[in-house]
């Protein structure tokens, strides 16, 4: 290690968003356990806003943020399995196998708000904000899927943590530093990210904050 440095591996941006995960998941589920409706609609829209900022910045955010640097087709995936050693700008980022968990976990998360934004049973007046369009029958079955699939999203996360100790443990590889300082130390000849433009940070923070604003007041028509 005579040649390792610290470089800057995530922006803060993906960080704060990574950790907002982390924090509203859990406490969707609490609030809901604890029929805190209010609050666990707050928390489901703050999760889409957050979701959706996410996929803008995988598409204008730093290298290691933007999905078409890190997610690979299943030969990369394969070659990482058998051994191979990431190199280059890979190397600082998500490996090819842990991209598409990222994926994963971002689908799961999608599709568990998508669902929860048209649930509930609006003579209790228990509704997401899009419920008014969908039928009695089509809500109370996305009602039904919102609370059972939730341990689709709770087992993605529980593969998530599982992977992080796997990598602490077996090959003392510490993945929550990073994306707690957003530095890592690396003995390879590779560029760090530079800093977040902060246009960009601006321009996908109104956007998602626009799209979750709408969707909350029911997606009246725009025109």
Known sequence: M???RT???WDWPLRLTHW???VLIPFSWWAAENSHWAWHERSGLTL?????FRI???FIGPRTARFSQFVHGPSKVIAYLKGARILGADAIGHNPLGAWSVVALLAVMLVQVGMGLFAGDPYDGLTGPLNSLVGVMTADMLTEWHETFFWAVAGMVALHLAAIAFYAVAKRNNLVAPMITGKRVVDMPVEGITPPSLPKVA???AVSAGVTIW???GAPPLT
């Open 7 to 9: 470089i800057r591996v």
């Open 48 to 52: 889409l806003g957050l979701l959706v």
């Open 215 to 217: 969707i909350g007041l």
């Open 56 to 58: 803008i910045w995988g």
């Open 2 to 4: 005579s040649d390792a």
């Open 20 to 22: 907002g995960f982390a």
């Open 203 to 205: 321009l996908a923070a």
